[in-house]
């Protein structure tokens, strides 16, 4: 079974923190890519931040320097530490491996960034 569960989003004024939680099913963790996702009212889902199954992670333009994604192998879980977060990085965030699998996208969680 493939399912991905986030948490974590919520308000933070701009400059602030937030820590992105994405438990992950067993059977996919250890073998995929696994990626952050977000997308913004409007715009196209983007790729944001993703992490290969050795721990190499590779980030958009628009967060390097400021979003670190990890993973627990003991936890099957992912993480997208958020820092210096700015109001164009409001939107739904989502985790799913690269390339997605389609039919399996959870909820998401909501991140925004306002004073």
């Known amino acids: 079974q493939v399912q991905f569960v986030e948490s974590g989003g919520g308000l933070v004024q701009p400059g602030g923190s937030l820590r992105l939680s994405c438990a992950v099913s067993?059977?996919?963790?250890?073998?995929?890519?696994l990626g952050w996702y977000r997308q913004s009212p409007g715009k196209r889902r983007e790729l944001v931040a993703a992490i290969s199954s050795g721990g190499t992670p590779n980030y958009a333009d628009s967060v390097k320097g400021r979003f670190t994604i990890s993973r627990d192998n003991a936890k099957n879980t992912v993480y997208l530490q958020m820092n210096s977060l700015k109001p164009e990085d409001t939107a739904v965030y989502s985790c799913?491996?690269?390339?997605?699998?389609?039919?399996?996208w959870g909820q998401g969680t909501q991140v925004t960034v306002s004073s």
């Open positions: 799913n491996a690269y390339p997605t699998f389609d039919k399996y």
């Open positions: 067993r059977s996919i963790f250890s073998i995929y890519v």
